[in-house]
């Protein structure tokens, strides 16, 4: 199964059976929780084989039984200069030979906390499901996203179902398996293992309202392949929060609209919108500070 088809056959599901997962499967998923890590930055975790991988913690939404597996999506707010196109770290935050994917990472090892003034803007149990506004948590929001979703048709492809989550209170949970360092939080969690149920139907905006190329420009095969695959994204509650835009100068960029954990589901299709557009067809436009040949197109 390759990856557009892992899209297609992707569902969230919330309930699980007790049968376990598969050795070998565990490994090639280890192997790429570590290659993440390595890329990334981030310190995603897993655990597999508990009662309860929730640990009894309430979902911010969504009913889930049989959870025995889980994988922790952990990170801290995206320093300036930090990220690059899609939300990947441009240098690891973390020293892969000292921290594994399982969350045995020694807690002794220094990290740097988070800057004075660059404290998160968006919280789990918050009773409002307000976007990110702080643009450090909007970076980790974002490449939360982005791997997770690698992870979660790397799961797929290998015969899993799997279901994003978001544990409220998990930063203070009683005995976890996870790992936290200091400033660092779990942003969302993602189930997997056999699946008790298929999943429902699913539904999906226009092509024409979640993306934008310029006047009189027909849409390029890749970015229509791009988009095709980005529709099939995971978003909460498919609300489909993210705009695409095509400029003159062949670049792409992509923004957060309006909508519950926008930036996580941003993060999500563009991992996508690579995916099916090819990687090799994709320059994303710095939205920051866009070069010479951005700073001279228009939409």
Sequence with gaps: ???????????????????????????????????????????????TGLDDAFLGLKTHYGRFTGVHNAIALIGRPVRDGAADGHGAAGTNEHDAATETATGTADPSVAVDTIPDGAAAAWHKAAAADEAATDPGEIALQERVGYYGERLALRAVQLGLETSWAVLDDADA??????????????????????????????????????????????????FRAGMEAAMLA???LSQQPFLFTLHKDGTVSAEAMEGLFAHVGLGCAKYHFEVGAGRENVRWRDTAASGEEAAGATD
Aim: hydrophobic share 40%; aromatic share 6%; glycine share 8%.
């Design 173 to 222: 949970a009683e005995h976890p398996w996870w790992c936290l360092h200091p400033g660092e939080k779990i942003v969302w969690v993602l189930a997997f293992g056999h699946g008790a149920r298929p999943g429902g139907r699913r539904r999906s905006k226009p092509i024409e309202e979640l993306c934008r190329i310029p006047d009189g420009m027909a849409m390029p095969d890749w």
């Design 234 to 236: 995971p978003t909460s």
């Design 1 to 47: 199964m390759n990856l557009l088809e892992a899209m297609e056959q992707r569902h969230a599901i919330r309930a699980y059976t007790d049968e376990p997962v598969d050795q070998a499967i565990l490994d090639i998923l280890r192997a790429e929780i570590d290659a993440c890590n390595q890329e990334s930055g981030l310190h995603i975790q897993m655990t």
